[in-house]
């Protein structure tokens, strides 16, 4: 019995001495090791940390690596956290400073970089797991698409060869990759929330192209799965559907628009109160479709209706020029100047006033400017003729 306790005894010292050589974090200056009840997500997130350099050793390489950490903190649960268990708060600390210190690297290598460039990497900066968990799918989904259309517009190669660039581009593949994980999970809802065939409209075509594009977000192993390709099948034929609707409806506009031209007579025929019906033709030719304006038959209406509106522009002319025609003619059936007498000046006077009337635009024409002068020679002859003049 006094043995046991003896051996007792040195084994607690032993304890002792190892529990004060080694520090609570995970870690000791000794290799040894004090276990912390860690979950399994607090222990991803210490592992991943541990596995990177230390600050003074980071480069650009390592920013997703350190970007993996950073989300893999926020799949740690709140008990680890708020617990303060030694070694996620240490994990916590030099992911700081990891990141304090990959933020200082790439200031100056921004600095080099196109606007288009620049531009990409600060839209991938601002995305994470966190910022995308708290969006809707779709919301989500439409945020990753329109990221990589900025890296479209990036045309430089020395540009898309940029270390910050490359690793903008992988982690927007590290984020469609959990990005379809949620939403193969959601996928079936969506599509089974969509109409029907049956009853599918144009107007929820908007609807269906949003769907798809959560569809190309996804990977290939997600796209695979047996219930995905059925909803995919179901969305593609929605989207057929949709086309033979559109097809429908631009045939029905092509219709409206010969059936109007053809109600008018032809050009010979037609009078200046078929302008506004002509116009209204026009107004529907000019919604038709790009493509449907090259159809042959739509062609020829429409130089139908080029051909109505010269004919009916020269009908306005002809009645805009009335009055001075009707001036012309009846100066020219005036007496001349040898058989005016004095009896014709109330005539003569009546023309004058008809005179009067015309616009400006008519009496500057050449026609109307030598009537005028004939109108006048003859006044003047009256004159002479009320002054006692020759007969």
């Known amino acids: 019995m006094h043995k046991f306790k003896k051996l007792f005894g040195v084994v607690i010292i032993i304890l002792s001495l190892a529990v004060g050589a080694c520090s609570f974090?995970?870690?000791?200056?000794?290799?040894?090791?004090?276990?912390?009840?860690?979950?399994?997500?607090?222990?991803?997130?210490?592992?991943?940390?541990?596995?990177?350099?230390?600050?003074?050793?980071?480069?650009?390489?390592?920013?997703?690596?350190?970007?993996?950490?950073?989300?893999?903190?926020?799949?740690?649960?709140?008990?680890?956290?708020?617990?303060?268990?030694?070694?996620?708060?240490?994990?916590?600390?030099?992911?700081?400073?990891?990141?304090?210190?990959?933020?200082?690297?790439?200031?100056?290598?921004?600095?080099?970089?196109s606007a288009e460039a620049r531009a990409f990497v600060e839209a991938v900066d601002k995305l994470s797991v966190r910022s995308l968990q708290v969006m809707e799918i779709k919301q989500a989904a439409q945020t990753i698409?329109?990221?990589?259309?900025?890296?479209?517009?990036?045309?430089?190669?020395?540009?898309?060869?940029a270390v910050v660039v490359k690793n903008a581009l992988e982690r927007i593949g590290t984020l469609k990759i959990r990005l379809s994980s949620w939403i193969s999970g959601v996928f079936l809802d969506i599509v089974a929330q969509l109409p029907s065939l049956a009853v599918i409209r144009i107007e929820d075509e908007p609807k269906v192209l949003e769907v798809i594009a959560l569809y190309t977000i996804m990977t290939s192993e997600d796209k695979n799965g047996a219930h995905i390709q059925i909803a995919w099948a179901t969305l593609n034929a929605l989207k057929e559907r949709i086309e033979e609707l559109k097809m429908q409806l631009r045939q029905e506009a092509?219709?409206?628009?010969?059936?109007?031209?053809?109600?008018?007579?032809?050009?010979?025929?037609?009078?200046?109160?078929?302008?506004?019906s002509i116009l209204?033709?026009?107004?529907?030719?000019?919604?038709?479709?790009?493509?449907?304006?090259?159809?042959?038959?739509?062609?020829?209406?429409?130089?139908?209706?080029?051909?109505?509106?010269?004919?009916?522009?020269?009908?306005k002319i002809q009645l805009w020029l009335?009055?001075?025609?009707?001036?012309?003619?009846?100066?020219?059936?005036?007496?001349?100047?040898?058989?005016?007498?004095?009896?014709?000046?109330?005539?003569?006077?009546?023309v004058e006033g008809i005179?009067?009337?015309?616009?400006?635009?008519?009496?500057?024409?050449?026609?109307?400017?030598?009537?005028?002068?004939?109108?006048?020679?003859?006044?003047?002859?009256?004159?002479?003729?009320?002054?006692?003049?020759?007969d």
């Open 280 to 315: 209204e033709a026009e107004k529907y030719y000019n919604a038709l479709n790009p493509e449907d304006k090259e159809r042959d038959e739509v062609k020829a209406a429409l130089a139908k209706i080029k051909a109505l509106k010269e004919r009916i522009e020269e009908l």
């Open 145 to 161: 698409l329109a990221v990589e259309t900025l890296y479209d517009a990036i045309d430089l190669t020395a540009d898309k060869d």
């Open 25 to 113: 974090n995970g870690e000791s200056g000794c290799g040894c090791q004090i276990p912390e009840s860690l979950s399994k997500d607090a222990r991803a997130f210490v592992d991943k940390v541990n596995a990177l350099p230390e600050a003074g050793e980071i480069t650009l390489l390592d920013e997703n690596a350190v970007r993996a950490a950073e989300d893999a903190y926020y799949s740690v649960g709140r008990n680890d956290v708020e617990s303060a268990k030694s070694s996620v708060i240490a994990a916590r600390e030099k992911l700081n400073e990891l990141e304090s210190r990959i933020a200082a690297l790439k200031e100056p290598a921004m600095a080099e970089l």
């Open 254 to 276: 092509v219709d409206d628009f010969l059936a109007r031209v053809n109600a008018h007579p032809e050009p010979d025929a037609i009078t200046t109160a078929n302008e506004l």
């Open 322 to 350: 009335q009055p001075a025609r009707l001036f012309i003619a009846l100066v020219a059936g005036s007496p001349s100047i040898d058989d005016i007498t004095i009896e014709d000046e109330p005539r003569i006077l009546q």
């Open 355 to 390: 005179y009067n009337m015309l616009i400006p635009e008519h009496k500057e024409l050449d026609e109307v400017e030598a009537a005028w002068a004939t109108l006048k020679a003859l006044k003047d002859r009256i004159e002479e003729l009320k002054s006692g003049g020759l």
